[in-house]
């Protein structure tokens, strides 16, 4: 006998239960279900007022997924992606520009460990911390393979 088919806001908590959703991006996964009659926006703004469906923390699990491996400009560009604006987005942005040197160096040091001895090779860890989202001076920094002052 096949699964009864779920509603709409059956669909909505069942993906709110796996992981955080941003709102477009769970509005754009239920809108593949909604059928006529269905006002997705109403359901979205019920899970928010319910605070099932949460901006904040759909930021800073992302934040928490992402930064470990990524340099702020990625993660604030998929921040973007998600529709966050304004205020939270400054305060997430500020919080991680504290951090983007020391994440450079470990994302350097897992990837390649020993600083590089010749041009090409120095271009290619570049290159790479570059393409993560990492800022020019981050990366030149993480690749000098030094501890920062404050770690010592």
């Known amino acids: 006998m096949p699964a009864p088919q779920l509603s709409l806001k059956g669909r909505a ?56 491996r990524f340099g702020n400009s990625r993660v604030m560009a998929e921040l973007q992606s998600h529709g966050l604006k304004g205020e939270a987005l400054e305060e997430i942005r500020s919080s991680l520009a504290d951090s983007e040197t020391a994440r450079a160096r470990e994302v350097w040091q897992r990837k390649f460990g020993t600083v590089a001895v010749d041009a090409a090779e120095r271009a290619k860890q570049m290159r790479f911390l570059l393409q993560r989202g990492f800022s020019q001076r981050a990366a030149r920094t993480a690749m000098q393979g030094a501890p920062d002052d404050d770690e010592l």
Do not use: I, P
Request: no cysteine; aromatic share 8%.
């Open 13 to 68: 908590l069942r993906y709110l239960s796996m992981r955080e959703h941003s709102r477009l991006e769970l509005g754009r996964k239920l809108a593949r279900y909604a059928e006529e009659g269905d006002d997705v926006e109403a359901l979205l703004d019920f899970l928010e007022k319910n605070n099932w469906l949460s901006q904040e923390r759909f930021a800073e699990s992302l934040v928490n997924r992402k930064a470990g």
